[in-house]
């Protein structure tokens, strides 16, 4: 039978083992110290490997890393202790060999952090696969441990012996202008590109080309200012870049910055005098500014190098118009037709310019053209209309603007224009009308004298409504619609005083409108006059019982402590709503402040009859019960009050005190 040892007797003779071997150990260091002491660090170190190796094997102790042997881009290198790996997006590497107390290193495990698998001993790696794990980390939210591209140490390579790091190096992970780029070229997202830009920028900002880049970016993105500020660092870089200049331009134009547009173009003609874009910005910077001659100077400058540009020829007829010169505008959108048939905004341009200058037949040509290629261009067929007018033809000029209204209703320069032409026509109530349209819709038109203060009121233009009502009672100050619907606008605008006072003129003058009562009730209840609002309420009612009045009625008469008029609104509800469940469960409420529990109870079972899942009801309904020691029954109301809602902290705590009150019922019995 084989001897079996305890593990202290195990770990006394790995100790006895230790001693011989730290004698021997001693007396190798003792011997180097005297015969080498030039090669006493090596010795040293050797035997500082011998007592960890002794430690390991011996003792059970982790095994001591002393290196890494690898190979990067071809080149063959150790990394010990304290060293770390620089990576590049170019770079590859393998791990080729760990030096440890393990004997053939069995049980070592390399995982470098961020990229490959589990175990790294031996695979070939990219830097530029940890690379994109720190971006795509910073995409999804969670930054990554090294986003700078300054190199910091984050990541590491850690050696491990079964499961355990017993080491770990640094990786300084460098990110360059180059990774930025590449990955704002494989995205198509605005965002990420103008975040990878910038990052290549913080690298080196002096790259005008990546700046550039940047600028073309926040411009497509709909932000100009930010483009801007970033061709102007281009062009600090670059003074004589065009490209940058030209996208600068561009920018301020969108930005509406014109004398910047205008500067820029100088500096833009300065290297390139003949320039016809150039001069073309600054016209229409120009007009964009009102500054009109000089706009037109820019506009003829630009068409002298470029006479076949259509933009610039139409552009300077704009130009000629606002300066009156309609003629000199014709001419300039007829040398755009001849030059593009089918310009319909040249054609249009053509007809309203003809128009202004009471060439009636030449509008009606050329708006007639455009008509017939954009039907529903409403404005079209109200210039339509305007030409016609003007040579006189009345009925074609009615019927214009009829088709512009159906396109657009809401227009009051043509609801305007047809009430004059049916003054013309002598309709004065289709005119009538038409001017009542128009002040709808502009209130402060002063070329319309009629209008309707009524329609003001219906589309809750309340202001301008109450003037016109002044107007109205001052001249007619018995007029008691007036009153009424002044009161009504006041009210809207929560001028409650003023609401009240126009109420009062408008019964006073022999207003009869129900509605007017409830009105007048609700502007005295916002005065916080209750007493004068009930009063009003209840002559509301008299005449149209309505259930909200009626329930608001019940609260006023049940916190006067009036319960049998708050009992009087509840059965009036119930003539309404025979089948509306809170009257009853009103009507029993008041009958359990009155002390009336048998009604109370038959009241709320009324209301349950019409809605079976109201919690607060079979609450009610259980206290009810429980106020006359019916137990049982205060317990199944208890009950179905919690399974409705268990939320109720109340029927939760009352079913077991019931179950309780209905034991000591029982042994009493």
């Given at each position: 039978?084989?001897?079996?040892?305890?593990?202290?007797?195990?770990?006394?003779?790995?100790?006895?083992?230790?001693?011989?071997?730290?004698?021997?150990?001693?007396?190798?260091?003792?011997?180097?110290?005297?015969?080498?002491?030039?090669?006493?660090?090596?010795?040293?170190?050797?035997?500082?490997?011998?007592?960890?190796?002794?430690?390991?094997?011996?003792?059970?102790?982790?095994?001591?890393?002393?290196?890494?042997?690898?190979?990067?881009?071809?080149?063959?290198?150790?990394?010990?202790?304290?060293?770390?790996?620089?990576?590049?997006?170019?770079?590859?590497?393998?791990?080729?060999?760990?030096?440890?107390?393990?004997?053939?290193?069995?049980?070592?495990?390399?995982?470098?952090?961020?990229?490959?698998?589990?175990?790294?001993?031996?695979?070939?790696?990219?830097?530029?696969?940890?690379?994109?794990?720190?971006?795509?980390?910073?995409?999804?939210?969670?930054?990554?441990?090294?986003?700078?591209?300054?190199?910091?140490?984050?990541?590491?390579?850690?050696?491990?012996?079964?499961?355990?790091?017993?080491?770990?190096?640094?990786?300084?992970?460098?990110?360059?202008?180059?990774?930025?780029?590449?990955?704002?070229?494989?995205?198509?997202?605005?965002?990420?590109?103008?975040?990878?830009?910038?990052?290549?920028?913080?690298?080196?900002?002096?790259?005008?080309?990546?700046?550039?880049?940047?600028?073309?970016?926040?411009?497509?993105?709909?932000?100009?200012?930010?483009?801007?500020?970033?061709?102007?660092?281009?062009?600090?870089?670059?003074?004589?870049?065009?490209?940058?200049?030209?996208?600068?331009?561009?920018?301020?134009?969108?930005?509406?910055?014109?004398?910047?547009?205008?500067?820029?173009?100088?500096?833009?003609?300065?290297?390139?005098?003949?320039?016809?874009?150039?001069?073309?910005?600054?016209?229409?910077?120009?007009?964009?500014?009102?500054?009109?001659?000089?706009?037109?100077?820019?506009?003829?400058?630009?068409?002298?190098?470029?006479?076949?540009?259509?933009?610039?020829?139409?552009?300077?007829?704009?130009?000629?118009?606002?300066?009156?010169?309609?003629?000199?505008?014709?001419?300039?959108?007829?040398?755009?037709?001849?030059?593009?048939?089918?310009?319909?905004?040249?054609?249009?341009?053509?007809?309203?310019?003809?128009?202004?200058?009471?060439?009636?037949?030449?509008?009606?040509?050329?708006?007639?053209?455009?008509?017939?290629?954009?039907?529903?261009?409403?404005?079209?067929?109200?210039?339509?209309?305007?030409?016609?007018?003007?040579?006189?033809?009345?009925?074609?000029?009615?019927?214009?603007?009829?088709?512009?209204?159906?396109?657009?209703?809401?227009?009051?320069?043509?609801?305007?224009?047809?009430?004059?032409?049916?003054?013309?026509?002598?309709?004065?109530?289709?005119?009538?009308?038409?001017?009542?349209?128009?002040?709808?819709?502009?209130?402060?038109?002063?070329?319309?004298?009629?209008?309707?203060?009524?329609?003001?009121?219906?589309?809750?233009?309340?202001?301008?409504?109450?003037?016109?009502?002044?107007?109205i009672v001052k001249v007619a100050p018995k007029r008691a619609a007036g009153y009424a619907n002044m009161g009504f606008a006041y009210g809207?605008?929560?001028?409650?005083?003023?609401?009240?006072?126009?109420?009062?003129?408008?019964?006073?003058?022999?207003?009869?409108?129900?509605?007017?009562?409830?009105?007048?009730?609700?502007?005295?209840?916002?005065?916080?006059?209750?007493?004068?609002?009930?009063?009003?309420?209840?002559?509301?009612?008299?005449?149209?019982?309505?259930?909200?009045?009626?329930?608001?009625?019940?609260?006023?008469?049940?916190?006067?402590?009036?319960?049998?008029?708050?009992?009087?609104?509840?059965?009036?509800?119930?003539?309404?709503?025979?089948?509306?469940?809170?009257?009853?469960?009103?009507?029993?409420?008041?009958?359990?402040?009155?002390?009336?529990?048998?009604?109370?109870?038959?009241?709320?079972?009324?209301?349950?009859?019409?809605?079976?899942?109201?919690?607060?009801?079979?609450?009610?309904?259980?206290?009810?019960?429980?106020?006359?020691?019916?137990?049982?029954?205060?317990?199944?109301?208890?009950?179905?009050?919690?399974?409705?809602?268990?939320?109720?902290?109340?029927?939760?705590?009352?079913?077991?005190?019931?179950?309780?009150?209905?034991?000591?019922?029982?042994?009493?019995?």
């Amino acid at each position: 039978m084989a001897q079996r040892y305890s593990s202290e007797q195990a770990r006394r003779g790995k100790v006895w083992l230790i001693f011989p071997a730290a004698a021997v150990m001693a007396i190798v260091i003792a011997a180097g110290l005297i015969f080498f002491p030039e090669h006493f660090s090596l010795l040293h170190s050797g035997a500082q490997r011998i007592a960890n190796s002794f430690s390991f094997l011996l003792l059970g102790e982790p095994p001591h890393f002393y290196s890494l042997s690898m190979e990067k881009n071809g080149r063959e290198f150790t990394l010990k202790p304290g060293d770390s790996l620089e990576l590049s997006y170019k770079d590859e590497f393998v791990i080729k060999d760990v030096s440890s107390d393990a004997f053939l290193g069995r049980g070592i495990a390399v995982d470098v952090e961020g990229m490959g698998t589990e175990n790294d001993y031996g695979v070939l790696l990219r830097g530029i696969e940890l690379i994109d794990h720190i971006v795509q980390k910073d995409n999804n939210g969670h930054k990554g441990k090294d986003m700078s591209g300054g190199g910091q140490e984050q990541y590491r390579i850690k050696v491990l012996y079964r499961g355990t790091i017993i080491a770990a190096l640094p990786v300084k992970v460098n990110i360059m202008p180059q990774d930025w780029l590449r990955y704002a070229r494989s995205t198509d997202n605005r965002k990420l590109q103008i975040e990878y830009l910038k990052r290549a920028i913080g690298i080196n900002d002096k790259d005008a080309n990546v700046i550039k880049m940047l600028a073309g970016v926040y411009a497509r993105a709909g932000m100009p200012e930010e483009a801007i500020a970033q061709y102007r660092h281009a062009l600090e870089i670059v003074p004589d870049d065009m490209n940058a200049l030209i996208e600068l331009s561009k920018c301020y134009m969108t930005a509406k910055q014109y004398q910047q547009v205008v500067e820029t173009g100088r500096e833009i003609l300065r290297f390139t005098p003949r320039d016809a874009a150039a001069f073309m910005d600054i016209a229409m910077a120009y007009s964009g500014m009102g500054q009109w001659e000089k706009a037109i100077a820019n506009y003829k400058e630009s068409l002298q190098l470029n006479p076949d540009n259509p933009l610039g020829r139409f552009k300077l007829g704009e130009a000629y118009e606002k300066t009156d010169r309609t003629a000199a505008a014709i001419e300039q959108y007829k040398i755009v037709l001849a030059k593009a048939p089918n310009a319909l905004h040249a054609m249009a341009a053509l007809a309203g310019a003809a128009l202004r200058a009471a060439n009636y037949d030449e509008a009606i040509k050329w708006y007639t053209q455009v008509v017939s290629k954009q039907p529903r261009n409403a404005s079209l067929w109200a210039n339509l209309g305007l030409a016609y007018g003007g040579k006189g033809l009345w009925k074609e000029e009615v019927d214009n603007y009829r088709k512009s209204l159906a396109l657009d209703p809401n227009d009051p320069v043509v609801h305007f224009n047809l009430a004059t032409a049916y003054e013309k026509g002598k309709k004065e109530p289709e005119a009538a009308a038409e001017y009542q349209k128009v002040l709808a819709l502009k209130p402060d038109d002063l070329d319309a004298l009629q209008r309707l203060a009524d329609m003001d009121l219906r589309a809750k233009r309340f202001a301008p409504a109450i003037k016109r009502y002044e107007k109205i009672v001052k001249v007619a100050p018995k007029r008691a619609a007036g009153y009424a619907n002044m009161g009504f606008a006041y009210g809207e605008l929560s001028k409650y005083q003023q609401a009240a006072e126009n109420y009062e003129k408008a019964i006073k003058a022999g207003a009869k409108d129900q509605q007017l009562l409830y009105n007048l009730a609700y502007a005295y209840e916002q005065l916080g006059k209750t007493k004068e609002s009930i009063r009003e309420y209840e002559k509301y009612v008299a005449l149209h019982p309505t259930a909200p009045v009626l329930n608001m009625l019940a609260a006023y008469y049940l916190k006067e402590k009036q319960y049998d008029s708050a009992l009087k609104q509840y059965k009036k509800i119930i003539e309404l709503y025979p089948k509306k469940a809170a009257a009853y469960a009103g009507i029993g409420y008041v009958y359990a402040l009155k002390g009336d529990v048998d009604k109370e109870i038959d009241y709320y079972k009324l209301a349950l009859r019409y809605d079976s899942e109201d919690d607060a009801l079979y609450l009610n309904l259980g206290a009810a019960y429980e106020s006359k020691e019916m137990y049982a029954e205060a317990y199944r109301s208890y009950v179905k009050a919690y399974e409705l809602n268990p939320e109720a902290t109340r029927a939760r705590t009352k079913i077991p005190q019931m179950r309780i009150r209905m034991l000591e019922k029982k042994y009493k019995e």
